[in-house]
């Protein structure tokens, strides 16, 4: 095997570390941003939901049920919120393994361009 040949390998296997890291890279990317916009939404709206079962007028509704709807719209949130938390931190682990075996095709990208220099000059 020679150098070029050497320098075509290293290429190939970059450029597929790269494409890999754009392949799983930006959805992951893209889904955190979604996560954090549900947050933020959850959050307005279980605030508005709060707001408004807290000015429920009482002659129709009991302060029971009024309790009830405040609680069942709190153990709401607060599961989606959770379910969401924990999401996000298994997430946010993933794009820096990504990101990393993308500097590694680069790198081999690189040095493989290189070899092919160097045994195009020594040919």
């Known amino acids: 095997m020679n150098i070029n040949t050497l320098g075509l390998i290293l290429d190939v296997v970059g450029i597929w570390l790269l494409a890999l890291d754009l392949i799983w ?22 605030e508005y939901m709060k707001n408004l079962i ?50 590694i095709g680069l790198i081999l990208a690189s040095i493989g361009f290189i070899l092919q220099i160097i045994g195009s000059w020594t040919s």
């Open 54 to 103: 807290s000015n429920y007028p009482t002659p129709p509704y009991t302060d029971k049920e009024i309790n009830t709807l405040q609680k069942e719209n709190d153990d709401y949130y607060l599961l989606s919120k959770n379910k969401m938390k924990e999401e996000k931190m298994i997430l946010e682990k993933t794009p820096f393994k990504i990101a990393t075996w993308g500097l």
């Open 25 to 46: 890279g930006l959805p992951v990317e893209n889904k955190l941003y979604y996560i954090d916009k549900k947050l933020a939404n959850d959050e307005s709206h279980y």
